[in-house]
C-alpha cells in the first residue's frame, strides 16, 4: 500500500507546484531499486584485520603520515601527492605520476572504507595492504620496508605518533613498523567519505513519502535515473549505497599500455593477491578468526579475468576526472558516448553479455548527465 501511494506521489509530484502537471518517468516498479541505493552514508564499520581501525589516535597519526614526505624516497612525494582532497582524493592526470609514470589512473580514495577489493586490479583484499603498497613501489613512492621503519625511529614526531597509537616504541622488525604505518594510513582512510547528495535526499523522501521533497528533484535526473535503473541497467554493475558491486568487469576498455605491453588487470590482481604476504590469510591480519579472509581464500583466477577491471563507485564523479582505469575518457559525456557506441568485438567471447550498445539519443545522454551530477554534493 505504502509503494503504491509513493508511486502516485512520483506521477503527481510535480503537478502539485505548476500549472500544468509533468508526469514523472518512474514507476511503481522502480521504487526498490531506488531505494537499494540508500541510505548514505552508511555506518562506520570496524575492519578486523586492523587493531587500530577506528581509534582516533591512528586516524590523527594516519592524517599526519598521509602528507609526510618523509616515507617517501627523496622526501618529495606523500600519499596527498596523488591523492589531493580538493580532487576527490584522486589527482586530475589520465594515470598516475610518481617518481615513475604509471599505467593506471589514480583512482578516488573517498569511500574506500567500503570496499572489499582494493586497486584497480584487486590485487590487495585489505585496505592497509593497499597503503603499504605505494610506499615500496619503485616507481611511486620509491621506499622499503626498512626506509619506511628508520624514518619512524630516526624522526621524533613520528616516532612519538608511532607509540600513541600502538603503546611501544617503533621495534626493531622493519616489516612490522612499515604494515603498522599502512595501519594508521588505513585508519585514516576509512574515515573518507563523500557527502550526501540531491539524489540522496530524493531517494529519502521517496522513502518517506514526503511529497515537497520529491518534488526538489529535477525532471532531467528523474529520467536519467529511469534510464538508469531501465533500459540502460547500469545498476546491475554501479548498485548498492555506494554505485559499485565492488567486482571487475570488462567494458570494452583497450588494455594494451604500449607496443606488446598490456595490462592484464584482475587476471594479474589475482595472482599478485594469492602470492601477497600481506593478504588476509597472512600473519599481518589482526583478525585472529581470518573469518575476514573467506573471500581471499575462496577467489580463482580465470582467463574471462583478463582485462577486467574494478567498477568504480559514481559518487562525487565531478572532483575525479578523466575517466576509466587508463584515464582514457576526459569526461562524463565520453564516458556515456562509450557505452552508447560500444564496440561489442573488443569483450571477450564469454564475457559481458550484459552490455550492448545503449545508442542514446542526445536528450538521453542529458537526462543521463543530469542523474550522475546528483551523486555530486550539492553546490
Sequence with gaps: MKRALLAGLLVLLLGSARAEPLVSPLSNDDIPRILAFGPWPPPPVRDPSNRVSGQPAAVAWGAALFADTRLARGQTLACASCHQPRRGFSDGRPVAQGLERGMRN???????GQQRWFGWDGANDNLW????RPLLDPGEMGGSLASVAAAVREHADLRDGYGRVFGVAPGSDDERVAVDVAKALAAYQETLVS????FDEFRD???RGDRTGIAAYPLPAQRGLALFIGRGRCYVCHGGPSFSNGEFHDIGVPFFVAKGKVDAGRFAGIAALKASRYNLLGNFNDDATRASAISTRHVVQEHR???EFKVP???SLAATDPYMHNGSQRTLR???RHYSELDENRLHADGESILVPLRLTPGE???LLAFLDSLNPAR
Design 106 to 112: 589514480t583512482g578516488s580514495l573517498m569511500n574506500v
Design 129 to 132: 595492504a593497499q597503503s603499504l
Design 195 to 198: 557527502a550526501r547528495t540531491p
Design 205 to 207: 523522501a521517496l522513502q
Design 305 to 307: 579475468h583478463f582485462g
Design 313 to 315: 563507485s559514481l559518487r
Design 334 to 336: 565520453e564516458v556515456l
Design 365 to 367: 545522454t542529458d537526462d
